[in-house]
T-cell receptor
Framework: KQEVTQIPAALSVPEGENLVLNCSFTDSAIYNLQWFRQDPGKGLTSLLLIQSSQREQTSGRLNASLDKSSGRSTLYIAASQPGDSATYLCAVRPGGATNKLIFGTGTLLAVQP | SQTIHQWPATLVQPVGSPLSLECTVEGTSNPNLYWYRQAAGRGLQLLFYSVGIGQISSEVPQNLSASRPQDRQFILSSKKLLLSDSGFYLC?????????????????FGAGTRLSVL
């Protein structure tokens, strides 16, 4: 059974700092991995999607890497801003035809001005 | 552009009462549709997904059911709510059919419904 874990559960950093969020999964047979952002009481916004054949994806100040064999992904946020404060969730799509996602419990990020 | 609507935004219901949450998608056709629940201190859990009208797959046994009466409408229901049904319910859609594989893999979420069962 696929399990997704995110460390740390919460993180507080001063503005301008670079930071890394971690995601690990127990079954390396994944189709893809996504990083989402969730603001308090809101829905999710997709940030980056990495296919199983890819090693990383970049969007602006965000860079996500994937090491499928070791069951790990990282989300790197450069030059953090207070507006980056949110919960960050990673989710894996298991191999197979069904487009369902298995989510981690998230990392709550607070960027202090 | 595509949009997804969920309502209501918040709901407080007594134990034993029925439930109906609605989700509609605009700007696309024949989407995959999903219902997730986010309970306090737990990750998002997929409850149901649908690949077409009347086609519902349940991921976990529970007190809830889902229906898809129209192509872009997904309804989450219960006949009698339990305390454990409290949580944040999210509807999502993803594209189907021919086209960009990356686009088909991305799920787009609604704003969610906060359900409190008392």
């Amino acid at each position: 059974k696929q399990e997704v874990t995110q460390i740390p559960a919460a993180l507080s950093v001063p503005e301008g700092e670079n930071l890394v969020l971690n995601c690990s999964f127990t079954d390396s047979a994944i189709y893809n991995l996504q990083w989402f952002r969730q603001d308090p009481g809101k829905g999710l916004t997709s940030l980056l999607l990495i296919q199983s054949s890819q090693r990383e994806q970049t969007s602006g100040r965000l860079n996500a890497s994937l090491d499928k064999s070791s069951g790990r992904s990282t989300l790197y946020i450069a030059a953090s801003q207070p507006g980056d404060s949110a919960t960050y969730l990673c989710a894996v799509r298991p191999g197979g035809a069904t487009n369902k996602l298995i989510f981690g419990t998230g990392t709550l990020l607070a960027v202090q001005p | 552009s595509q949009t997804i609507h969920q309502w209501p935004a918040t709901l407080v219901q007594p134990v034993g009462s029925p439930l109906s949450l609605e989700c509609t998608v605009e700007g696309t056709s024949n989407p995959n549709l999903y219902w997730y629940r986010q309970a306090a201190g737990r990750g998002l859990q997929l409850l149901f997904y649908s690949v077409g009208i009347g086609q519902i797959s349940s991921e976990v046994p529970q007190n809830l059911s889902a229906s898809r009466p129209q192509d872009r409408q997904f309804i989450l229901s219960s006949k009698k709510l339990l305390l454990s049904d409290s949580g944040f319910y999210l509807c999502a859609w993803s594209a189907r059919g021919a086209g960009d594989q990356r686009a088909k893999n991305i799920q787009y979420f609604g704003a969610g419904t906060r359900l409190s069962v008392l």
